[in-house]
């Protein structure tokens, strides 16, 4: 009976902990607020994220998560989430990362144009990255870069205002 009394107000002493806890948590500096995209296998020819547009002030943290509900193996079709420079220019990355399958997609060469990339998930699986909005306002494309997919329509913008 002791060890059973015990055990209860240890699971009390973890409640009021645990109750305590978003007080904590709010008094933290700048927790990155968290953006969920989901991605799925495409519709008909067309692919997308679950979100076409990212809202963002500068500078505010953020974490991007990438969540994937399609059923396609990964070898066959995966997903991520690259966020690019402004003035990027958008046609050469995505030939270069088509011809990147060696580093899932990203090119080498466009290393000092992207912003932040989660890396690609598969069925079941989720990534996330956790980055800071650029200071500057405008519009910045995120995109999927596994090869083909931009060009399906998987892409949407970091508004920042
Ligand atoms: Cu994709």
Redesign the pocket.
């Known amino acids: 009976m002791k060890n059973v009394r015990s055990g209860i107000s240890a699971a009390l002493v973890a409640a009021a902990v645990i109750s305590v806890m978003p007080v904590v948590r709010a008094a933290a500096p700048q927790a990155p607020r968290t953006v969920t995209l989901t991605?799925t296998d495409p519709v008909g020819e067309k692919?997308s994220y679950s979100q076409k547009q990212i809202l963002a002030k500068p500078g505010e943290k953020l974490k991007v998560r990438i969540v994937s509900l399609a059923q396609t193996p990964k070898i066959v079709?995966?997903?991520?989430f690259v966020l690019l420079k402004s003035g990027t220019d958008i046609k050469k990355f995505t030939d270069a990362a088509a011809n990147a399958r060696g580093t899932d997609f990203i090119p080498p060469a466009f290393k000092a144009a992207i912003i932040a990339s989660a890396n690609m998930v598969g069925p079941g699986e989720s990534m996330e990255v956790a980055f800071a909005a650029p200071t500057v306002p405008g519009k910045y494309t995120f995109l999927?870069s596994?090869a083909g997919?931009y060009a399906a329509g998987?892409w949407g913008e970091l508004i920042v205002k």
């Open positions: 991605v692919m079709m995966a997903h991520n999927c596994f997919h998987m």
